[in-house]
């Protein structure tokens, strides 16, 4: 595992990514560091902050937080939680049996009965990770043909080498 610091140094100097997410599971701690690094130092890229959070049915990724949301809630309080930050929902290594991933189940459920702030906001279809590689084109068969969501991409890293070995690309 690696410090904020050594993230930043790496980005900055093995990528030419132009924004980076910090998203640790079920905390808030490297998010305020980033935000107090941002401060002091004049970086190349941006910085995302937020959290990967255990729901009571799996993963989801949180971006664009304040504050931390509680882990182990339901799927719709947490999603709705996060939405009433302003935050970004992506259902983050969707489906996969790997790892604690929504189901199908839950992802249609949320799709087909979307209310107040309970919806997605995106669909992770590409995970360099095994638990993402194993279920990717269910993942993106689902995503085309029900949820139509919009489809990102992230590198999941829990090592500097891995960071940016998947990426949502998007203008702006």
Do not use: C
């Not at 509680?70 to 969707?94: C, F, N, W, Y």
Request: proline content about 4%; charged content about 20%.
């Amino acid at each position: 595992m690696a410090t904020v610091a050594q993230v930043f140094e790496f980005v900055e100097n093995e990528t030419d990514l132009d924004l980076i997410a910090i998203t640790d599971h079920d905390m808030f701690d490297g998010a305020d560091e980033a935000r107090n690094l941002v401060a002091r130092r004049n970086l190349r890229f941006q910085v995302l902050t937020g959290m990967e959070i255990t729901t009571i049915e799996g993963h989801l990724l949180a971006l664009g937080l304040d504050k931390p949301v509680r882990s182990l809630m339901g799927l719709d309080k947490t999603i709705a939680q996060i939405h009433e930050q302003g935050g970004v929902v992506i259902a983050p290594h969707p489906m996969s049996w790997m790892i604690r991933s929504i189901g199908r189940n839950g992802l249609l459920r949320i799709h087909r009965n979307p209310h107040d702030e309970v919806y997605f906001d995106g669909f992770e279809t590409l995970n360099p990770s095994l638990a993402g590689w194993v279920v990717a084109k269910q993942a993106r068969a689902l995503n085309d043909r029900v949820l139509q969501l919009a489809e990102t991409g992230g590198s999941d890293s829990h090592f500097l080498p891995t960071i940016g070995t998947a990426m949502t690309i998007f203008p702006g």
